[in-house]
């Protein structure tokens, strides 16, 4: 009997459609482990978003907990358009600046030639020497080839690093010019001359050309406190301690004088940025919490970590430490800073409260939030803070030992699934091996019906004849 090779063709039954809807019965015994995968990948989502707002969180810790935070300085400039940048080692004061003149850079232009490309009668030269007014930079030697033209010994210049100037060819209306500028401001710095020189090092006889204008680089000129100040440069940061003072934006005539104040004082603005920080971060860690622990019972939906005790715990230790107080200062709460805990589990903050204390007490702010200095036992609130967050999202803490458990039970579910897949697919065999046993004795007993009826018709045919 020849085998069938399709189930269904020799029993005419739709068993294959019955086979697939079989399978389909089978493999809807993986949907809830798929579910459980899927809610396990939504909390590990969920943990990964907290931990990036308690990252966030503990940055705005750690600024406070800075004790520099409270000792820096800021330059308020009033007066002409300069500016001051301070560093730690400031000062608080008032300084009078008056600026006279600017420091600028040397220059130097040469003779005229008729092109700027044509190869020019060397005399000899093998380098082109640059003088300049300082005693440490007094000149520097460029080699130049014998068939230079005024490009090529432009070229030969800028080509150097170390040469002091910056060069350029100028066309004056009448022919073309070698133009020199200092690459730093300065009186010493400022180009003086170039001459022409031989293997020897001696003066060419006949160089290609010679200087023809120059206008020397100057000092700037200054008075901080009526105390006369000269500067090479136009930022100055020797003439008031921890302050670098900024003349470039100045824009200064011939005889005119730009007067400024500057004040040097507590960066106020810095510790009430920080502060400001802090509460918006940790108002961030709250929402984000809010929002994987929500049920809307409008929609009937629920976030991703409802009832979950990780996220309670962390919620319960971070309120126990803002709501501790700190021992051994000044200020004890947060409340006297002026941040209150609202029933919503978020923090406000009053910001006259806090400016009044950064500018009045930040020696105050200091020991609340870092602890008092030489007192071992006095914990600061953001030490105690930064301790909480380290011990709550470190590998083995509260919130890490979340998520690798949440990954453990991914690779679990991955191979409670695979095992429950091969499951159905040797079931499935079986069903077709089943089916087509059953196929071929279906199709067997129709062909011995087939024979029979054809016998018992003959048999009448036979019995009605005679």
């Known amino acids: 009997m020849a085998t069938i090779t399709s189930l269904g063709i020799g029993s005419g039954l739709d068993l294959n459609g019955l086979l697939d809807q079989l399978n389909d019965a089978e493999r809807g015994k993986l949907a809830p ?35 520099k935070l409270y000792q820096s300085l800021s330059a308020n400039v009033r007066g002409d358009e300069i500016s001051a940048t301070t560093s730690a080692d400031a000062l608080p004061g008032s300084y009078r600046v008056e600026v006279t003149a600017l420091a600028t850079s040397g220059t130097l232009a040469s003779q005229r030639v008729t092109d700027s490309d044509t190869p020019l009668d060397m005399g000899g030269a093998t380098q082109l020497r640059l003088d300049f007014a300082g005693p440490e930079t007094a000149s520097v030697n460029i080699d130049v080839a014998a068939d230079s033209s005024l490009e090529d010994i432009r070229d030969a210049i800028n080509a150097r690093k170390d040469a002091g100037v910056s060069a350029s060819v100028i066309f004056d209306g009448e022919g073309y010019r070698l133009a020199l500028s200092s690459s730093e401001t300065g009186l010493d710095a400022s180009v003086t001359g170039f001459s022409f020189v031989n293997a020897d090092g001696t003066d060419v006889t006949t160089p290609p050309f010679t200087s023809d204008t120059a206008q020397s680089g100057q000092d700037a000129a200054l008075t901080v406190n009526g105390i006369a100040i000269t500067s090479a440069s136009n930022s100055i940061d020797d003439a008031i ?52 622990t929500n049920y809307d019972a409008g929609t009937d939906t629920a976030g991703e970590l409802v009832g979950d005790s990780t996220v309670r715990t962390i919620e319960n230790r971070l309120r126990s430490v803002l709501t501790s107080g700190v021992a051994g200062g000044e200020l004890a709460s947060l409340s006297q800073l002026g941040i209150t805990l609202q029933r919503d589990g978020t923090l406000e903050m009053d910001d006259d409260a806090v400016s009044d204390l950064a500018k ?25 803070l930064s301790t909480t967050l380290e011990q709550l999202m470190s590998k083995n803490g509260t919130l890490g030992n979340a998520i690798s458990g949440a990954e453990n039970r991914i690779d679990s579910l991955k191979d409670r699934y695979e095992r429950m897949e091969s499951t159905i697919e040797r ?17 067997q007993m129709n062909s011995t019906s087939e024979y029979l009826t054809q016998q018992f018709d003959a048999l009448d045919y036979q019995l009605g004849r005679k």
């Open 427 to 443: 079931t499935i065999s079986r069903y077709r091996a089943q089916f087509g046993q059953l196929d071929a004795m279906i199709a």
């Open 360 to 384: 009045n007490s930040p020696d105050a702010l200091s020991d609340f939030f870092t602890g008092v200095e030489g007192n071992d036992a006095s914990q600061g609130l953001a030490s105690s």
């Open 33 to 67: 482990i798929t579910r459980q995968q899927e809610q396990q990948e939504a909390k590990i989502s969920a943990y990964g978003k907290i931990q990036s707002s308690m990252d966030k969180f503990q940055d705005a810790v750690d600024a406070l907990n800075d004790p």
């Open 241 to 292: 301690q921890g302050v670098t003072l900024n003349l470039g934006e100045l824009n200064l005539g011939a005889g005119e004088t730009a007067s400024s104040t500057v004040n040097v004082e507590r960066n106020t603005l810095k510790v009430r940025e920080a502060i400001g920080a802090f509460v918006k971060a940790f108002n961030d860690v709250k929402s984000t919490i809010g929002t994987a």
